[in-house]
Every structure is written in C-alpha cells, then in structure tokens.
C-alpha cells in the first residue's frame, strides 16, 4: 500500500475503532451548540485512549472579532502547557479576525465552516476553548477520530502556535533602499517578523502569514530564513522573497482576485496599492523542514525590513521533546486587528503610521 489515502480506501482497519466528540444536544433536541460564557474557558473535548484526531470541524459567529476571542488549546498526552495555542481563526487559516473562502489541503474554511484534516496522534489528549471577550459566544463542533489500542512507535506530536507584531522599520534605516540610496543589507535576520521557534526534534509542515499595512507600495520582497540546529549566519535554508516562498512570483502577478491551491494561496486580499489586508499560507506536506535539536524561521518584513504593518502568522509542525511553552496570545485587546487611523482606500486621508 502508498500513503495516497484513495488507495488505502480499500485497507481493512483492524484495531481501529471510529469515535467522535461534538456539540450535539444530549437531550435529542436541535440545540447542537456549546455556549462559552465572557471570560470562561471550556473543556470541549477529552479522549483518555490512544488514538489518532483525524478530523476537526467548528463553526462559531463574526461580529465583534470573535474569531480572535475565542483561543483554542490542546493538550496531548498529560502535558502541563498546550501544545496547540491559537486564536480560532487563525488556527483554521482566517487571520484578521474575518471569515474567507480558503481551500488549502489539511484546512480549508467556508467562510464560517472550518475543518483541520491534520492528524494528530495521542496517548489522551484534553481541547479546550477560552473566551477572552466581555461577551458570551458559542461554537458547534466535531472532533472525528480514530482510536486504538497502542499508537505505533515513531509518532511526533501536533503543534501549532501564533504571534502577532506591528513591525516597523528603524528611524536611523529610513532612506535606505526606497529612497533611492545606497541598497540597505541584512546579513543576521535578527530583525526580521519571527513565525516559529521551536526546540526538541521534530519537521516543519507549513505556515499563514497575515498583514495589514497603510505603506502603499509591494511589501513582499522580504525572504525567508530558516535557522536549524543553531545555525549561525548564513541560515541552512535562506529564501529570495516572500511570495517566492509562498509559491508565488511578481507580487503575486497583481492577482485581481484570491488564489486557493492544496499546497500554498494568498487567501485574502487587499487593495490593488498593497495597502490593507493580506493573507498567504504554504505547507510543507511533500518537503517538511526537518530539525534535530531546533529550529528558527523567520521572514523579512520588505527588503531587509523596511517595510511597517500590523502581522500575525500561525506556525504547524510536528515534535518530541518540547520543554517551553508556546507564545502567549496575549488579552483579547492586543489581539484585535489594528486599524490604521482615517486610511480609507482610495481617498488615502489622514495616513498615520504606526502606534510606536
């Protein structure tokens, strides 16, 4: 048998039992939904047997950012601090607290309809979700899984983390490069927009990265870096451009519309000045970055950083050996969206810069 899942249709699942935890009404009516109360933090599910998650389908409402007020956490096997801690819909690909259209291989969201098919191996395993706003929500879900009596030896364990910062470039570099002058260099990536940084053993499968700007003007020529196993500079894997690693070229050929494919899109999209919002995601499904001890990914924001905005991104990957915990998400306050003051495409009034 290959590993192409038409092929194993046909496979006989000995020892392996289908489960499934969800949102039903208990009582047999149609109240198929969980409430979490403002401020609460609700266990919605918890398998106490080996198993494999292979299947996670939420949906929940819009308004107010909720997507950005609820935080999804899971814990595998005991373990003290989540190894999955993400806001909601950053988890399922929709970043600036919006619903989209995105139709990626392991997540894919119709528009509020989301589903992972990421597998997720566990000796027990305990989900939960927090409502960080000063409002009550809700969320209908299901968790489909596959459970068995001993998981087979070898398997790593699901992770997946989020960061926010509002980058801006350095007094002191203004003028370089854009202004015409001398071409501005980064020769240590310190500076660059951090997506992941993780230690133990395990591989990198894959990344959203989301901006908001008011800069006019292509914000894509930053590359990507990644530093394994305590490399110092140059990085074992060093890119030439932002879209370039997000499969794409030419500022995403001025794409007048979204772009969804099973691998790698740009999600959401902004105004045909580059200002706005803007999302791209690339997994790693065929070519997962592999580390031994650790590793450091981290994408310039513009050409050696010379580009300001509002980013978020949410980072996948498998691994042993996890001893810190995961980037806090902060309150529900530092995780809305920033919205640059009085910038009102096409008008352009007020522009402000950033709030530093």
Request: glycine share 10%; charged share 20%.
């Amino acid at each position: 048998m290959t590993n192409d899942p038409m092929t194993n249709l046909a496979k006989l699942g000995n020892g392996i039992r289908s489960r499934r935890q969800s949102s039903y009404d208990p009582t047999g009516g149609n109240h198929d939904v969980l409430t979490i109360p403002a401020g609460g933090t609700v266990t919605i599910a918890e398998m106490t047997n080996p198993g494999i998650l292979k299947h996670i389908w939420m949906t929940t409402f819009e308004k107010n950012f909720n997507l950005r007020a609820l935080v999804l956490r899971m814990y595998w096997d005991g373990e003290e601090t989540p190894s999955v801690q993400c806001p909601l819909g950053d988890f399922f690909l929709l970043g600036h607290g919006a619903p989209a259209y995105v139709n990626s291989r392991p997540i894919q969201s119709m528009y509020l309809g989301m589903n992972c098919w990421f597998a997720m191996p566990f000796e027990s395993a305990v989900i939960t979700v927090t409502n960080d706003a000063d409002y009550d929500s809700i969320l209908y879900f299901y968790f489909d899984y596959h459970e068995v009596d001993q998981l087979e030896p070898g398997l790593a364990r699901f992770h997946a983390s989020w960061r926010r910062e509002l980058v801006a470039e350095k007094p002191e570099q203004l003028g370089l490069c854009r202004g015409g002058y001398e071409q501005r260099l980064n020769t240590t990536g310190k500076e660059n927009y951090l997506v992941l940084e993780a230690e133990g053993k395990g591989h990198y499968v894959g990344c959203a990265v989301h901006l908001d700007t008011n800069e006019p003007g292509w914000w894509g020529e930053g590359d990507d870096m990644f530093f394994i196993d305590g490399d110092v500079w140059p990085p074992t894997l060093h890119g030439t451009g932002m879209e370039d690693y997000f499969c794409g070229a030419w500022n995403y050929n001025q794409l007048k519309e979204t772009f969804n494919a099973p691998q790698f899109g740009y999600s959401y999209k902004g105004n045909s000045d580059y200002t706005g919002k803007h999302s791209q995601y690339r997994f790693h499904l065929d070519d997962p970055i592999y580390f031994e001890q650790s590793l450091r990914f981290s994408i310039e924001h513009g050409h050696a950083n010379d580009r300001q905005g509002d980013w978020s991104s949410t980072a996948y990957w498998y691994q042993i050996g996890r001893t810190r915990p995961l980037p806090d998400t902060g309150t529900f306050e530092e995780r809305i969206p920033y919205k640059f003051g009085g910038w009102e495409h096409p008008q352009g009034k007020d522009r402000k810069s950033l709030p530093y």
